[in-house]
């Protein structure tokens, strides 16, 4: 007898990604090969001013993928709030779509879930200007560790969600 297989649904904010999210969807793609989940990738696009929507409309033929462009408030939480609106998975994920974050770490995220509500990834290499890096540490030290008591970086553009939690939040405000 065959196991039903779970779904996730990957929210993934976009602006002026047009040269990294093909890659994505391919990495993606392999990275779920072998696993038992059923995926699709939301991509909601955000005021971008190279040709992100015109990829990703290609894209739509060759990956499990939905695109919607950015509708109310500009900014990436936004993106991700009226990403969450499109989902109807079980779980829901959310990656940056600029491949800060290894998007093979999803499938072993999701394994933790059986025993986490919320699991979150750390970068350890980032990219980017150092000074980048020493505000961004700044950051998540403040309000992770000295406001919340987090260990991790709470403003990790990775992070995997049971669907359930945003059955309890008010996200219309």
């Given at each position: 007898m065959e196991q039903e297989k779970k779904s996730v649904d990957i929210i993934i904010p976009v602006m002026n990604e047009a040269q990294n999210v093909r890659q994505l969807c391919e990495r993606m793609r392999h990275a779920f090969l072998q696993t038992p989940w059923v995926y699709?990738?939301?991509f909601v696009v955000d005021t971008s001013t190279d040709n992100t929507l015109g990829v990703l409309q290609e894209l739509?033929?060759?990956y499990p993928l939905e695109v919607f462009e950015k509708r109310g408030r500009p900014g990436k939480a936004f993106s991700i709030i009226e990403g969450v609106g499109y989902s109807d998975a079980e779980f829901i994920?959310?990656?940056d779509g600029d491949l800060q974050y290894p998007p093979e770490a999803i499938p072993t995220m999701l394994a933790k879930?059986?025993?986490n509500g919320v699991v979150v990834g750390n970068r350890?290499?980032?990219q980017g200007h150092w000074i980048r890096h020493i505000i961004?540490?700044?950051g998540s030290n403040i309000t992770g560790k000295l406001l919340f008591g987090l260990k991790d970086?709470?403003?990790s553009g990775l992070k995997v969600f049971r669907r359930e939690i945003f059955d309890y939040l008010d996200l219309t405000k």
């Open positions: 699709k990738m939301i739509v033929h060759e994920a959310m990656i879930m059986d025993l350890v290499k980032r961004s540490l700044i970086d709470v403003q």
